[in-house]
């Protein structure tokens, strides 16, 4: 493929990604969904088609997707949950690639344990880009979201370093459990390690970095740095380092600091810039999966149909039955194992009893399952002359699809029958006690700087903000008043909050329309029209979304 038919295809697949965006918005199917059906669509028509690169995938697309969703996630809620999240993220993952490397060694004629290993290790992690955004959607509750956001961060790391000893122990001819295990650890430990000291080093670029562009550039760069630190060639000589969860550990490091180390205006630039190559990223990778398909479905010409219907059922089997039913064994386990394998402590009501997971967030959690753009990288990296490499190539693409469309269509509607949302009124109060709290606090320092030394002019100043401030926690105590009222998990609505947004939204839109008849008239310049607009957008950013929560 030449520069003009690459260019061809960005502009086409910019194209697609944005309408189906568009056609989400309106109907609520998933987006991952609709672009791996087009994907698959396109594939079979005349014109350009990319292949996927998995180097390019694990090297330049992955580690930003992966430091983007580690920014968003909560290192609170994962490290409280993390006993949980390793149940699923690790030793999950490491009993699914295990038991389809079994199955492939009895039951698939010819197969290895070490190709049965990697297929499993390819397909073991779920990728929980689908089902994040479909249950968002869906208002599920946010101990859900922690946990299918947290196991899909750590997954992927466990199933890379799963993949690469399988490749190494047919390199060496045997597969070889203890070293297995040996390097598994050491893997996952540098990793840990090189993503703290990432995350240090992004921090002592601090004075660097004030400026919001400086720290868009340091953003971007840090996750392929975390990344090509572990896979360095001269690394990779001594120690095998688990690149992915380096830049997972790092992009939660770096996500928990960020309130706390950047300015305001940084952090709205580069949580911008994020949302778009997220959204570019993503949207690429699922027309990419759909693309392969042909091709894939073309390498098994050399394969009897028993054989392939063998190897799928063994494939699928235990990906769709092993997740249900280790998240319902792990209930049984006795309390003292419950937080270890798949329960949370109820730290609210200071209870320190191991709550297990209900039946209803054990469907959830089931069918949250699905994989996608990890496990084409990873079973496509495998290396020419690898034994029934065409095989496990079908079977991961055959779990990819059946999991993103079957799950990924369903989910939304079984989120809503079975009734499982987040108490929209406990969270719109927690917001608004911490307003309140945050005012005060502000209240409080301007009684500490009238006590200090000042003039005239300043106790002008100080009574002014006094007055804006002590408007602003009046409203928020009405706010409380009107959410401790209410019975229901939805937020109230009060029509004397919503006409005040209402009124306000009308007063920006008056000033943007002002300022641009001041430019059209020749009373303002483009400069100065930019830097005003930008003040209003602002102002227009805070203002809640209509239909939100507040």
């Known amino acids: 493929m030449n520069l003009e038919e690459i260019l061809l295809f960005g502009l086409i697949a910019v194209a697609v990604i944005v309408a189906v965006r568009w056609v989400t918005e309106k109907t609520g199917l998933p987006a991952a969904v609709l672009l791996t059906l087009i994907g698959i669509a396109y594939a079979y028509m005349p014109g350009p088609n990319l292949e996927l690169e998995p180097e390019l995938v694990l090297t330049f697309i992955l580690p930003p997707l992966l430091y983007n969703a580690a920014l968003d996630s909560s290192l609170l809620d994962i490290r409280r949950n993390m006993r949980t999240v390793i149940s699923l993220s690790v030793a999950l993952v490491l009993v699914t690639a295990l038991l389809i490397g079994l199955g492939f060694s009895l039951w698939v004629a010819g197969a290895t344990l070490a190709a049965g290993v990697a297929l499993g290790a390819a397909v073991a992690p779920p990728d929980p880009v689908a089902a994040l955004a479909v249950g968002r959607k869906a208002g599920l509750p946010s101990k859900m979201v922690t946990l299918i956001s947290g196991e899909g961060l750590l997954n992927d790391a466990t199933a890379l370093t799963i993949l690469t000893v399988a490749v190494t122990a047919h390199a060496h001819g045997d597969f070889n459990f203890d070293n297995a295990v040996g390097q598994f650890v050491i893997s996952a430990a540098g990793g840990v390690l090189v993503g703290i000291a990432v ?36 690394v990779h000589h001594y120690v095998t380092i688990s690149g992915v969860l380096a830049v997972v550990v790092a992009g939660l490091i770096v996500g928990h600091d960020t309130p706390r180390y950047t300015s305001g205006a940084t952090r709205l630039q580069t949580s911008a810039v994020w949302r778009l190559i997220d959204f570019l990223l993503e949207g690429v990778v699922f027309l990419l999966i759909g693309q392969q398909v042909p091709k894939v479905i073309d390498g098994l010409a050399k394969y009897d149909t028993s054989t392939i219907i063998i190897a799928l059922v063994i494939t699928l089997g235990v990906v769709l039955l092993l997740r249900p039913l280790w998240l319902v064994v792990t209930q049984w386990l006795p309390r003292s194992l419950h937080t270890r394998l798949g329960g949370h402590t109820e730290e609210d009501t200071g ?92 209240l409080d320092r301007l009684d500490d700087i009238q006590e200090q030394q ?81 003040e209003l957008d602002h102002e227009e950013l805070i203002l809640p979304k209509r239909n939100a929560s507040h």
Not at 501 to 522: F, N, P
């Open 199 to 234: 995350a240090y080093a992004v921090r002592l670029l601090k004075p660097f970095t004030a400026d919001p562009l400086n720290a868009n550039a340091v953003s971007l760069i840090t996750p392929l740095a975390a990344y090509l630190i572990c896979e360095n060639a001269f």
């Open 454 to 534: 000042h003039d005239n002019v300043e106790d002008e100043a100080i009574e002014t903000m006094r007055r804006q401030l002590q408007v602003r926690l009046d409203r928020y105590r009405r706010r409380l008043d009107m959410l401790e009222q209410s019975e229901s998990a939805d937020v109230p609505i009060s029509p004397q909050y919503e006409a005040a947004l209402m009124v306000r939204q009308a007063v920006i839109d008056a000033e943007r329309d002002e300022l641009l008849r001041w430019r059209d008239a020749g009373h303002l310049n483009d400069d100065s029209l930019r830097v005003l607009n930008r």
């Open 351 to 442: 209870d320190a009893r191991e709550v297990p997971l209900t039946g209803r967030e054990i469907t959830i959690m089931s069918w949250a399952g699905t994989r996608g753009v990890i496990t084409l990288a990873a079973i496509f990296t495998l290396p020419a002359g690898f034994p029934d490499r065409e095989l496990l190539h079908f079977c991961a693409i055959a779990v990819v699809l059946v999991t993103l469309v079957g799950q990924g269509l369903t989910f939304a509607p079984l989120v809503h029958r079975l009734g499982l949302r987040a108490n929209q009124t406990d969270r719109a109060r927690e917001r608004n006690e911490a307003r309140s709290a945050a005012v005060r606090a502000a």
